[in-house]
């Protein structure tokens, strides 16, 4: 089955900069990455996703890169707020839908 | 927008007893997925139903059943409670995830918050 790591575990970044968090993914036959942010007590929010055919996606502050060669997927957040501060997961997803998580990546962003 | 519904947020049980979780997809998302999230950890996908048939199976126990219905909302049906069942229950839809078709984005509900004592 899919095995999807994520690094950093912990990220904290001061207001402005940029945060990068990355994820690599062993099934060559996966063909969705999404990353969600999920805050306390709520359930995952899809912020961005790519698929296997594209190598770049961006939606304003927020970039997803993908490498299909190297198996890895990276999440680019720049001039990062407070309120970006969460739990970021990947995933990775094959045809048939279900979603392998990578371990999440606690952003801390200081004001 | 409308949003993915569960219910109910929070419920707590006694081991040994049976619970039962629902979710209300997003209109016309004809799939759902159902994952358990430990404390600290990732979600883990449990089962997914596409119009109203299993269409994967990941690591639920047999404890466990759930089906979708014909108004494609979904229940999780859990037995024999045990302590390590304590957990955030999500669920999510997306519309066709039929073998060989493209992935569509999943959409997350809040979840229901599962203690066992």
């Known amino acids: 089955g899919e095995n999807v790591e994520q690094h950093p575990s912990t990220l904290s970044v001061q207001e402005g900069d940029s945060a990068v968090i990355k994820c690599t993914y062993s099934?060559?036959?996966?063909?969705?990455f999404p990353w969600y942010k999920q805050e306390l007590g709520k359930g995952p929010q899809l912020i961005i996703d790519?698929?296997?055919?594209?190598g770049e996606k961006k939606d304003q502050r927020i970039a997803v890169t993908l490498n299909k060669t190297a198996k890895h997927f990276s999440l680019h957040i720049t001039e990062t707020q407070p309120e970006d501060s969460a739990v970021y997961f990947c995933a990775a997803l094959g045809n048939v839908g279900k979603s392998t998580f990578g371990d999440g990546t606690t952003l801390t962003v200081k004001p | 927008a409308a949003g993915v519904i569960q219910s109910p947020r929070h419920l707590i049980k006694e081991k040994r007893e049976t619970a039962t979780l629902k979710c209300y997809p997003i209109?016309?998302?004809?799939?759902v997925y159902w994952y358990q999230q430990g404390p600290g950890q990732d979600p883990q996908f449990l089962i997914s139903?596409?119009?109203?048939?299993?269409?994967d199976k990941g690591s639920i126990p047999d404890r466990f059943s759930a089906q979708q219905f014909s108004d494609y909302h979904s229940e999780l049906n859990m037995s024999s409670l045990e302590l390590g069942d304590s957990a955030l229950y999500f669920c999510a839809s997306s519309l066709g995830a039929q073998a060989g078709a493209s992935n569509q984005p999943q959409h997350f509900g809040d979840g229901t918050r599962l203690s066992i004592l």
């Open positions: 209109p016309r998302h004809d799939t």
């Open positions: 139903f596409y119009e109203k048939m299993q269409s």
């Open positions: 790519i698929r296997s055919n594209v």
């Open positions: 099934d060559s036959a996966s063909n969705y």
